[in-house]
Nanobody, 122 residues
């Protein structure tokens, strides 16, 4: 059974950091592009970042560029999202997804995790 499991969410103060993990089971992440998405209450799900399977190239939404870093550890079958300088507007449920192409559109991804809550508040 193909499964993605996110972890690492929590409550953090503005300016703080969190590292999210996306662990795969039932398949190898090496062959997939991995995207991170987020959905805040009352808002649509939006793409945050992605990393390609071929050359490890990365892409970021303008809202997180310079603050978030995506990386992958194929040996651990895990992708990470390091989030620094967090802002209250980063509060959302964060999802990872696996697909064929690195992009920030939902339709590009076939497999999704259940999400992890990130709350940025003082």
């Amino acid at each position: 059974q193909l499964q993605l499991v996110e972890s690492g969410g929590g409550l953090v103060q503005p300016g703080g950091s969190l590292r999210l993990s996306c662990a795969a089971s039932g398949f190898t992440l090496d062959y997939y592009a991995i995207g991170w998405f987020r959905q805040a209450p009352g808002k649509e799900r939006e793409g945050v970042s992605c990393i390609s399977s071929s050359d490890g190239s990365t892409y970021y939404a303008d809202s997180v560029k310079g603050r978030f870093t995506i990386s992958r550890d194929n040996a651990k079958n895990t992708v990470y999202l390091q989030m620094n300088s967090l802002k209250p507007e980063d509060t959302a449920v964060y999802y990872c997804a696996a697909g064929r192409h690195c992009g920030l559109a939902i339709y590009e991804y076939d497999y999704w995790g259940q999400g992890t809550q990130v709350t940025v508040s003082s």
